[in-house]
């Protein structure tokens, strides 16, 4: 079991390392094997802008623990019940991110054969990529066409929130064969540092999603006064206590958000905030899946969203980890750890998301 203690913004990088370091070995990490090319790296041209170059190491490869599974190695099928299906997306943006989550889930999990991963895309072109930085790996990808959402976003507070594959995750109901039905659905700034099987196996119970959840925080925050004041809004939380969660970690069960049709729901309150006189809130896709599901949430330990180490939107800030355990490390906020570090300028936690980088620049 991973404990963290919460560290001051004055601690340096090399000290929460020192520190940390050894929790991480607390619990069977996947056994990994290293191919002839494994350090080789790997380079690749954006499919929307051409001259740039990202270049990836190839990962090892990861086996199963002896108490696992055997996985059918040919003919596998998206379908076997015994995977662990995860979503993610994949951009030229948030590439680099994305890239290190995954290695993160393969790197500390019993059984990483028995992971599927299943990548939203904006574009064609990623997945020679996927498969050369992660040979063995099982994967999908899946076209989100933006233009299925893109007048329905709203303008946020931040640009970035307003990228339409911010919203694919409302779609992964539609997007994955129906056979699927569970999922956990994972943003790209973070790492997993816990066996992904644990998160695997909460029980939602009669619910939908399952998130940590945030009572303390203030929920009006999310929405403006108009919502507030307005006679028919506040209603819709009417016979529920409604608590702020994160989407950016989420256990889904698609079977039943097929049967109530959630997409449509919140697709509904997106509409709502376009043509009302006045906006209802302003943070881009968490309003409106809050609208929906804030009250009815299966709750999953915090410890599997540290989130807020960005610096909730705010430039240049650095955070601490809440206190208590730790299974995932959350970079919500404007700073991304890839950019501190690249800047030179990093946090004291960036330095914990690093050992999952596979980037390397190109020559």
């Known amino acids: 079991m991973l404990w963290i203690m919460r560290f001051s913004g004055f601690f340096s990088a090399a000290m929460?390392?020192?520190?940390?370091?050894?929790?991480?070995?607390?619990?069977?990490?996947?056994?990994?094997?290293?191919?002839?090319?494994?350090?080789?790296?790997?380079?690749?041209?954006?499919?929307?802008?051409?001259?740039?170059?990202?270049?990836?190491?190839?990962?090892?490869?990861?086996?199963?623990?002896?108490?696992?599974?055997?996985?059918?190695?040919?003919?596998?099928?998206?379908?076997?019940?015994?995977?662990?299906?995860?979503?993610?997306?994949?951009?030229?943006?948030?590439?680099?991110?994305?890239?290190?989550?995954?290695?993160?889930?393969?790197?500390?999990?019993?059984?990483?054969?028995?992971?599927?991963?299943?990548?939203?895309?904006?574009?064609?072109?990623?997945?020679?990529?996927?498969?050369?930085?992660?040979?063995?790996?099982?994967?999908?990808?899946?076209?989100?066409d933006p233009e299925r959402v893109r007048?329905?976003?709203?303008?946020?507070?931040?640009?970035?929130?307003?990228?339409?594959?911010?919203?694919?995750?409302?779609?992964?109901?539609?997007?994955?064969?129906?056979?699927?039905?569970?999922?956990?659905?994972?943003?790209?700034?973070?790492?997993?540092?816990?066996?992904?099987?644990?998160l695997w196996s909460t029980k939602l119970g009669r619910k939908t999603i399952g998130a940590p959840?945030?009572?303390?925080?203030?929920?009006?925050?999310?929405?403006?006064s108009h919502f507030w004041s307005n006679s028919r809004f506040?209603?819709?939380?009417?016979?529920?206590?409604?608590c702020y969660f994160n989407t950016g970690?989420?256990?889904?069960?698609?079977?039943?958000?097929r049967r109530f049709g959630y997409t449509r729901r919140i697709e509904r309150w997106m509409e709502v905030q376009k043509t009302s006189e006045s906006r209802i809130y302003e943070l881009g896709s968490l309003p409106p899946f809050l609208l929906v599901f804030a009250g009815h949430v299966a709750p999953i330990e915090h410890r599997w969203n540290q989130h807020g180490l960005g610096g909730d939107n705010v430039r240049g800030s650095c955070r601490d980890l809440h206190p208590?355990?730790?299974s995932l490390l959350h970079w919500s906020g404007s700073g991304k750890p890839w950019l501190r570090l690249d800047s030179k300028q990093p946090c004291p936690l960036d330095s914990l998301w690093a050992p999952y980088d596979l980037y390397g620049h190109s020559t």
Not at 113 to 132: A, K, T, Y
Not at 213 to 224: G, L, R, V
Not at 249 to 257: I, P
Request: aromatic share 12%; glycine share 4%; hydrophobic share 40%.
């Open 234 to 242: 506040p209603g819709v939380f009417s016979g529920r206590s409604p």
């Open 213 to 224: 959840e945030y009572c303390h925080a203030n929920f009006t925050k999310y929405f403006t």
């Open 249 to 257: 970690v989420m256990v889904m069960d698609l079977g039943k958000w």
């Open 151 to 198: 007048n329905l976003i709203s303008s946020s507070v931040r640009q970035a929130l307003e990228q339409p594959l911010n919203y694919a995750r409302n779609y992964l109901a539609d997007l994955l064969e129906t056979c699927v039905t569970r999922v956990i659905y994972l943003d790209s700034d973070l790492v997993v540092v816990d066996d992904i099987s644990k």
């Open 16 to 144: 929460v390392m020192i520190v940390l370091s050894p929790s991480f070995q607390s619990f069977p990490p996947a056994e990994a094997i290293r191919s002839s090319h494994a350090d080789s790296v790997l380079r690749f041209s954006t499919p929307t802008h051409s001259g740039d170059k990202f270049s990836f190491r190839r990962a090892p490869a990861f086996r199963n623990a002896g108490e696992c599974r055997s996985p059918k190695v040919e003919n596998y099928s998206v379908c076997d019940p015994s995977l662990v299906h995860v979503a993610i997306t994949l951009d030229v943006e948030y590439l680099r991110g994305s890239v290190a989550a995954v290695h993160s889930v393969l790197q500390h999990t019993k059984c990483p054969e028995s992971v599927f991963f299943h990548f939203l895309v904006p574009e064609i072109g990623f997945q020679s990529l996927v498969r050369s930085t992660f040979p063995e790996l099982k994967f999908k990808v899946y076209y989100f």
């Open 324 to 326: 208590g355990p730790v």
